[in-house]
C-alpha cells in the first residue's frame, strides 16, 4: 500500500464519520439532553498483521497523520464531530472504524463519559 492509497482510506472514513455524526445529529436534533464524551478509534492490524510503528504500514500510518497512543496502537480521536454529545460522538468513531475494516484493517470503535 502507498501512501496515497492510505490517505484516501482515511479520508473516506473521515467522511463517512462526517455523514454519521449529521445523521445522529439530525435524528437527535437537541443535543443538550445528551451526556457529555469521548469517541475513538483504535486501529491494532492490517491484514491479520499487527501495526508496529517500526513495520512499513506502522510508518504510513503516521506519515498518514493517524498517531499511536501509550499503548502503541494506532489511534484516532473524535472523528467526524467536534461537539460533547456522546452519542454522536459514538455513531461517528463506528462509522470511522467501519471503513478501516473495509480494508483490511482491525479497528474498533471507543468511547467514555466525561
Not at 64 to 74: E, I, K, L, M, S
Amino acid at each position: 500500500m502507498e501512501l496515497t492509497e492510505l490517505k484516501n482510506i482515511i479520508a473516506e472514513a473521515e467522511e463517512a464519520a462526517d455523514k454519521a455524526a449529521e445523521a445522529a445529529y439530525a435524528r437527535n436534533g437537541n443535543t443538550d439532553w445528551d451526556a457529555c464524551g469521548f469517541a475513538w478509534v483504535n486501529i491494532y492490524e492490517h491484514n491479520g498483521r499487527r501495526l508496529d510503528g517500526r513495520s512499513k504500514m506502522g510508518r504510513l500510518m503516521k506519515s498518514a497523520g493517524v498517531r499511536q497512543d501509550y499503548t502503541r496502537a494506532f489511534q484516532v480521536w473524535s472523528p467526524g464531530y467536534g461537539g460533547q454529545s456522546i452519542s454522536i460522538k459514538e455513531a461517528a468513531a463506528s462509522a470511522y472504524a467501519e471503513v478501516l475494516k473495509q480494508y483490511g484493517f482491525t479497528a474498533y470503535a471507543g468511547s467514555r463519559l466525561d
